[in-house]
Nanobody, 123 residues
Framework: QVQLVESGGGLVQAGGSLTLSCAVS????????MGWWRQAPGKEREFVGV????????YYPDSMKGRFTISRDNAKNTVYLQMNSLKPEDTAVYYC????????????????WGQGTQVTVSS
């Protein structure tokens, strides 16, 4: 069992920055990946990016490149999502998720999800 707890969400003005955290605990594998997703009201969940925990390799879809950066701290078992130049359209609930197998890159499935943290960007 793996537990994921996001934090760091809140209200930020457009153009500002915010860093989300996702604390990972429980029985992870030696080769797993942590992804970030978001879901805005009335929209489908959207993939933000992913990091392979052991190597630190990251992947971002083209739509997320440039303003979002994922990193991890092995000692703290925490993955981060740094968001810069935020826009009102970035308003969403942000989720972290764990893929314990990584059968594909980027992952196509995730085993565990956090509860999400709300990010609201005001104009």
């Amino acid at each position: 069992q793996v537990q994921l707890v996001e934090s760091g969400g809140g209200l930020v003005q457009a153009g500002g920055s915010l860093t989300l955290s996702c604390a990972v605990s429980g029985r992870t594998s030696s080769n797993y990946a942590m992804g970030w997703w978001r879901q805005a009201p009335g929209k489908e969940r959207e993939f933000v990016g992913v990091i392979r925990w052991s190597a630190g390799t990251t992947y971002y879809p083209d739509s997320m490149k440039g303003r979002f950066t994922i990193s991890r701290d092995n000692a703290k078992n925490t993955v981060y999502l740094q968001m810069n130049s935020l826009k009102p359209e970035d308003t969403a609930v942000y989720y972290c998720a764990a893929d314990l197998i990584v059968s594909a890159w980027p992952p196509i499935r995730y085993d565990y999800w956090g509860q999400g943290t709300q990010v609201t960007v005001s104009s």
